[in-house]
């Protein structure tokens, strides 16, 4: 009887048993396939298409302004007229320089006559050497004379032409510092032009970015109007000093192609990246401290099992962590519900939390 009264005792205790034994429960987690990145964003910055090359123009003289020929965005051609000053001034100088120039030859003229008189007197042996030495240093005077009323002649012809303000080059106005009837100096600006056939990006950065750019930087230059219209380039130069207000540094950017619709002026938005190691991003939750060390939990694709794999952190925020490496690209991280698995534990992977 008592050894009938144990059986089911040892059974009982033997069902005790196997409840102890149960499996780990299947747990669902979030997961995120691991992408790799070698370059690293630094920002987005708007910016504008301008000309590499701009000239101010000014009059060689002064005076007044009679008339401008051609308004703010007016393509000009070589040596065309784009203003002009009221000429009476230069007209009179032109008018007076060819009046000494005039007198000037009527007296060279009676000096050559002159010496040649002197000259005949002397050889007949009737005339003065002391006079015909006069004669031909009159002569020789009156030449020089001759020369400088002439060159006066031409600054007076060169300073009429200077009443017209032209074009030296194929361009396009994109500013007037002076209107019509307005006096001004020489040398003043008066008009600003652009050369059209040569482009490039303008964008304005942080002093902070500014003062960490590389040779390594790639910049992103998009249409504002159309972002499908892109063209890369590279770093210029930038202004080695900030602007007092905006707290900014200019930089100029070479297009190595230029679009069609990039013309001047046009709002564009530059994006800026750097070439970097290798390097994986995660959200912040996939990650977790086992014995002071950094570790995920990666997923067993086809055992559905997950293993805690050590990482090397390279960076942290409240958001995301980036990792140099521990895991491969393609590999399954679990985001969520970290803390509640064990190593081999089975789990059911919600395939849409996968980017």
Same mark, same amino acid.
């Given at each position: 009887?008592?050894?009938?009264?144990?059986?089911?005792?040892?059974?009982?205790?033997?069902?005790?048993?196997?409840?102890?034994?149960?499996?780990?429960?299947?747990?669902?987690?979030?997961?995120?396939?691991?992408?790799?990145?070698?370059?690293?964003?630094?920002?987005?910055?708007?910016?504008?298409?301008?000309?590499?090359?701009?000239?101010?123009?000014?009059?060689?003289?002064?005076?007044?302004?009679?008339?401008?020929?051609?308004?703010?965005?007016?393509?000009?051609?070589?040596?065309?007229?784009?203003?002009?000053?009221?000429?009476?001034?230069?007209?009179?100088?032109?008018?007076?320089?060819?009046?000494?120039?005039?007198?000037?030859?009527?007296?060279?003229?009676?000096?050559?006559?002159?010496?040649?008189?002197?000259?005949?007197?002397?050889?007949?042996?009737?005339?003065?050497?002391? *006079? !015909? @030495?006069?004669?031909? &240093?009159?002569?020789?005077?009156?030449?020089?004379?001759?020369? %400088? #009323?002439? =060159? /006066?002649? +031409?600054?007076?012809?060169?300073?009429?032409?200077?009443?017209?303000?032209?074009?030296?080059?194929?361009?396009?106005?994109?500013?007037?510092?002076?209107?019509?009837?307005?006096?001004?100096?020489?040398?003043?600006?008066?008009?600003?032009?652009?050369?059209?056939?040569?482009?490039?990006?303008?964008?304005?950065?942080?002093?902070?970015?500014?003062?960490?750019?590389?040779?390594?930087?790639?910049?992103?230059?998009?249409? *504002? !109007? @159309?972002?499908?219209? &892109?063209?890369?380039?590279?770093?210029?130069?930038?202004?080695? %000093? #900030?602007? =007092? /207000?905006? +707290?900014?540094?200019?930089?100029?950017?070479?297009?190595?192609?230029?679009?069609?619709?990039?013309?001047?002026?046009?709002?564009?938005?530059?994006?800026?990246?750097?070439?970097?190691?290798?390097?994986?991003?995660?959200?912040?939750?996939?990650?977790?401290?086992?014995?002071?060390?950094?570790?995920?939990?990666?997923?067993?694709?086809?055992?559905?099992?997950?293993?805690?794999?050590?990482?090397?952190?390279?960076?942290?925020?409240?958001?995301?962590?980036?990792?140099?490496?521990?895991?491969?690209?393609?590999?399954?991280?679990?985001?969520?519900?970290?803390?509640?698995?064990?190593?081999?534990?089975?789990?059911?992977?919600?395939?849409?939390?996968?980017?």
């Amino acid at each position: 009887m008592r050894l009938l009264m144990m059986v089911p005792a040892c059974l009982l205790l033997a069902a005790c048993g196997k409840e102890e034994a149960a499996p780990d429960p299947v747990r669902p987690v979030l997961t995120v396939i691991v992408q790799p990145q070698d370059v690293q964003r630094l920002g987005r910055f708007a910016g504008s298409i301008q000309a590499r090359f701009e000239s101010t123009l000014g009059f060689r003289v002064a005076g007044r302004i009679a008339r401008r020929w051609v308004d703010v965005g007016a393509q000009v051609k070589p040596d065309d007229i784009l203003a002009s000053l009221d000429p009476t001034d230069q007209r009179n100088q032109v008018r007076a320089a060819e009046g000494d120039l005039a007198k000037v030859q009527a007296l060279w003229i009676n000096a050559q006559a002159d010496a040649r008189r002197q000259q005949a007197l002397y050889d007949r042996g009737v005339g003065a050497q002391a *006079q !015909l @030495d006069v004669a031909q &240093t009159n002569l020789k005077t009156t030449s020089a004379t001759l020369e %400088q #009323a002439k =060159a /006066a002649l +031409r600054q007076a012809k060169d300073q009429l032409g200077y009443s017209e303000l032209r074009s030296d080059h194929a361009a396009v106005v994109t500013a007037w510092q002076a209107e019509a009837g307005q006096t001004v100096t020489a040398g003043q600006s008066v008009v600003t032009l652009a050369r059209p056939d040569i482009k490039e990006a303008v964008i304005d950065l942080p002093i902070n970015l500014a003062e960490q750019l590389s040779s390594g930087l790639e910049f992103l230059v998009a249409s *504002q !109007l @159309d972002p499908s219209i &892109t063209a890369k380039a590279s770093l210029r130069e930038i202004e080695p %000093q #900030a602007d =007092a /207000a905006t +707290r900014t540094r200019r930089a100029r950017l070479t297009l190595a192609q230029t679009p069609d619709a990039f013309h001047l002026g046009t709002a564009i938005s530059v994006t800026l990246s750097s070439s970097v190691s290798p390097r994986s991003e995660l959200p912040a939750s996939a990650l977790l401290d086992k014995d002071g060390k950094p570790s995920v939990w990666v997923v067993d694709p086809q055992q559905k099992t997950v293993s805690m794999r050590e990482v090397k952190l390279l960076d942290r925020d409240a958001a995301t962590v980036t990792l140099a490496s521990g895991v491969q690209a393609g590999e399954r991280v679990v985001t969520a519900g970290v803390n509640s698995l064990k190593p081999g534990q089975k789990v059911i992977v919600d395939e849409d939390s996968a980017p």
